[in-house]
């Protein structure tokens, strides 16, 4: 019997080294493969053009989106390798917002042209320094063709409002909701604006978390508006209660309005109706106390993230006083925020000066049939009008989850455009013009990293390529035409006429597509770090099974 350190014993177990193990050029491969997979399945959905998929959860819930993030997020990936994409998704997502299907397509494409060089025998330490090389060129050559859309302020109404609805509309035309792309872009606009601040280094901050997005089924996309507020899911906690409150003072609770009840496994014994009645007059007095505590703080209406009972509901009543109970963590949080309230966690603490005030909260009825219809409140008119509410309208609930995350990823390019108002062009224009500048870029190296910074450039014109074949264009002759109009030209800005309009100049109609110059910088500096990371794995241990 063998013994570790600690003297317990472990078995060793016969061939034990060939279980699930790969090293060398099949690691390599193995990883390559596995995330190639992945980028085949998100190319189709790349562009305008693109095509949804369709996903289905073990609990049989539908999902229709082209989102690259979302799509990858609701896989069931196994392979490690694999997963990293999963990652690099999430992380575009999250630092840019937009673009993730793209990055995605970039990846697959650099990992596409690794394998035909590792299968010639070239290193992958060198295939990954020649990346970087190939990728700082890129980087540089978008730098060059950007170009501003509107002067940069800080000044909100000098701000040019036209030229971030037209970015809001760019990205909302590869969604499912392109139809409403000019009321959802001036939604997007309206929102980001409204949470827009100026930082301590003189640059535009926006917090997308301050924008609360509420879900109704039934109806019309075209009933989705913004309220300066904040919309719950929830109805005044008694019937009687009056639907509409001026004036408000809220009292916003976390503790629950109930007596205390005992931590210990003690019990009470009643075999008395005296007891008994002694036992209900004890719990109305906590509820006649907490009460009274609400009534002399000032506050006519309290938010509590617990519930409570049919008879702390009643004597809220009886005193004139408005409840909403079962209220989650994130709305408190935004309804503290925007009416300058004090999340109180104990009655004892419940002062006036910690009471949030707003103008006017209403319960309304909100939806179009039996299936859809439910109340909702919204509390307008507060203090502080940088928390807000975008209420979704849409004929089921997937057409709504789809809205919903159309709009945030038009929110994230309007947030984006007000850090760094430089965009380039898109349909494939930047990704040919990055090609181009690398391969010139290899001539400056004799040595094997030209081969491997060449192959970076091939890599680039999956894009153009995958933009054109989801139109229908022969992506060959294509791309050959324009590269030469880009190196006729020296613009850089030629890309595939998705639209079929007769026009491949994205710069020359400022409706043409157009893409934030960090969503794309982004895009080529994660799709790199991320390649150069599964070229350097050389040995897959799979997880061994552990023997008592």
């Excluded at 490690?80 to 690099?88: G, H, I, N, R």
């Excluded at 909100?156 to 971030?164: H, I, K, N, R, S």
């Excluded at 959802?184 to 930082?199: E, H, P």
């Amino acid at each position: 019997m063998i013994q570790d350190e600690y003297g317990r014993p472990f078995i060793v177990m016969r061939d034990g080294e060939n279980k699930g193990r790969l090293q060398g050029i099949e690691a390599h491969k193995a990883n390559i493969l596995a995330a190639s997979s992945i980028c085949r399945t998100l190319r189709s959905s790349l562009g305008p053009k693109g095509m949804d998929k369709i996903l289905i959860s073990p609990d049989g819930e539908l999902t229709v989106t082209n989102d690259g993030a979302t799509i990858l997020e609701k896989m069931d990936v196994e392979h490690q390798a694999a997963k990293l994409l999963v990652e690099l998704s999430k992380s575009q997502d999250d630092e840019i917002g937009d673009g993730t299907t793209g990055i995605v397509v970039i990846a697959g494409g650099l990992l596409d042209e690794a394998l035909k060089l590792l299968e010639k025998g070239l290193h992958p330490l060198l295939i990954a320094h020649g990346y970087e090389i190939a990728c700082e060129a890129a980087v540089k050559r978008i730098n060059e063709i950007a170009k501003s859309t509107m002067k940069e302020t800080t000044v909100l109404e000098e701000l040019d409002q036209e030229a971030l609805h037209r970015a809001a509309m760019t990205s909302l035309g590869s969604k499912v909701v392109s139809r409403h792309r000019e009321k959802m872009a001036q939604l997007a606009v309206d929102a980001v604006l409204s949470v827009a601040t100026v930082g301590g280094d003189g640059n535009w901050d926006v917090n997308i978390d301050l924008i609360n997005s509420v879900i109704c089924e039934g109806g019309s996309m075209d009933e989705c508006r913004m309220i300066s507020g904040i919309v719950i899911d929830k109805e005044f906690s008694h019937p009687q209660m009056s639907k509409e409150l001026k004036d408000a003072k809220m009292a916003v609770l976390t503790c629950p309005f109930e007596p205390p009840k005992p931590k210990t496994k003690h019990h009470i014994e009643i075999d008395s109706a005296e007891k008994y009645a002694e036992l209900a007059t004890m719990e109305k007095k906590y509820f006649q106390d907490m009460v009274q505590m609400v009534k002399d703080s000032g506050a006519n209406v309290v938010i509590c993230q617990w519930g409570f009972d049919d008879e702390a509901n009643h004597l809220l009543y009886q005193n004139g006083l408005h409840a909403v109970r079962w209220v989650g963590g994130v709305e408190i949080e935004l309804i503290a925020i925007a009416s300058a309230a004090r999340i109180v966690p104990r009655f004892e603490e419940l002062k006036t000066k910690k009471l949030g005030t707003c103008a006017r909260i209403t319960e309304m009825n909100v939806g179009t049939s039996d299936t859809s219809h439910r109340s909702m409140l919204f509390i307008e008119g507060c203090p502080n009008s940088k928390a807000i509410t975008v209420l979704f309208r849409g004929g089921n609930k997937m057409i709504c989850e789809e809205a919903q995350r159309s709009l945030h990823d038009a929110m994230c390019v309007v947030r984006n455009l007000l850090r760094d108002s430089y965009v380039c062009p898109g349909g494939g224009a930047s990704e040919i013009a990055c090609s181009m500048a690398v391969e010139a870029e290899a001539d400056k190296y004799p040595g094997l990293e030209q081969y491997v910074i060449r192959a970076y450039a091939e890599a680039l014109d999956v894009v153009p390529v995958a933009l054109a074949e989801s139109v229908g264009l022969p992506a060959l002759s294509t791309i050959a035409d324009l590269r030469a109009k880009q190196h006729e030209t020296k613009k850089g800005s030629h890309g595939v006429d998705i639209f079929c309009k007769g026009e491949t100049d994205m710069y020359a109609d400022s409706l043409r597509v157009h893409e934030a110059r960090a969503s794309k910088v982004n895009q080529l500096r994660l799709a790199t770090q991320v390649v150069k990371m599964l070229l350097k794995i050389d040995d897959i241990i799979a997880p061994q099974e552990v023997f008592q």
